[in-house]
């Protein structure tokens, strides 16, 4: 059992940046993999980014790569999502998730996460 909450989410225009956090509740946050997911009004949730327990692996959809960087601070118990250069199409509600698989692997299936965030939006205006 874990929570997890979300903030930093807002309204900025195109190509400016936000900075969005995730807190983990429990002692365990180091064993999990974290990852970001994204859902738009009547569009599927996909796929932001995920990292490693230890940050040593990060993966990226294609269209944030170079722009968003995924990271951790696991003293912290704290998972971030630092988003450059947004584009009007990156608006959607944002939402942590955590991987308690002891595989190791970076999962980028909404199904192979355990524990989700409520969320929080993100608008991009142009």
């Known amino acids: 059992q874990v929570q997890l909450v979300e903030s930093g989410g807002g309204l900025v225009q195109a190509g400016g940046s936000l900075r969005l956090s995730c807190a983990a509740s429990?002692?365990?946050?180091?064993?999990?993999?974290m990852g970001w997911f994204r859902q738009a009004p009547g569009k599927e949730r996909e796929f932001v980014a995920a990292?490693?327990?230890?940050?040593?692996?990060?993966y990226y959809r294609g269209s944030v790569k170079g722009r968003f960087t995924i990271s951790r601070d696991n003293a912290q118990n704290t998972v971030y999502l630092q988003m450059n250069s947004l584009k009007p199409e990156d608006t959607a509600v944002y939402y942590c998730a955590a991987d308690r698989s002891v595989v190791g692997l970076l999962m980028d299936a909404g199904d192979e996460y355990d524990y989700w965030g409520q969320g929080t939006q993100v608008t991009v205006s142009s």
């Open positions: 429990g002692r365990a946050f180091n064993s999990y993999n």
């Open positions: 990292i490693s327990r230890n940050s040593g692996s990060r």
